[in-house]
Nanobody, 127 residues
Framework: VQLQASGGGLVQAGGSLRLSCAASGRTFSSSAMAWFRQALGREREFVAGISSSTYYADSTTDYADSVKGRFIVSRDNANNAMYLQMFNLKPEDTAAYYC?????????????????WGQGTQVTVSS
């Protein structure tokens, strides 16, 4: 089982980036997925999560207060992928971003709710 995050880079404040998470080894359509981030010297924190759409009519999403209205999480079950569209980036968004998948259709914002983790992709926002 592997999660591969990509799409990070260097962007100026106010810019946009789109992160991708490609899953392989198993199908995650029935699993909740999420993005976390970890800035240098800080603990890893929840950014955004999306529930499974297998058991519910539509996936539900959840965001950290710091990114609400600027980030959008989505998933493509046909391609076993998840995305994070980031708008109006700020220097405080600078961090390594990690994608994660749960063993359950809904999971929360706590790290231990997720069993599968990808490597980080670095996002750097310059002022």
């Amino acid at each position: 089982v592997q999660l591969q995050a990509s799409g990070g880079g260097l962007v100026q404040a106010g810019g946009s980036l789109r992160l991708s998470c490609a899953a392989s080894g198993r199908t995650f359509s029935s699993s909740a997925m999420a993005w976390f981030r970890q800035a240098l010297g800080r603990e890893r924190e929840f950014v955004a999560g999306i529930s499974s759409s297998t058991y519910y009519a539509d996936s539900t999403t959840d965001y950290a207060d710091s990114v609400k209205g600027r980030f959008i999480v989505s998933r493509d079950n046909a391609n076993n992928a998840m995305y994070l569209q980031m708008f109006n980036l700020k220097p405080e968004d600078t961090a390594a971003y990690y994608c994660a998948a749960s063993s359950f259709p809904i999971s929360g914002s706590i790290e231990r709710g997720y069993s599968y983790w990808g490597q980080g992709t670095q996002v750097t926002v310059s002022s």
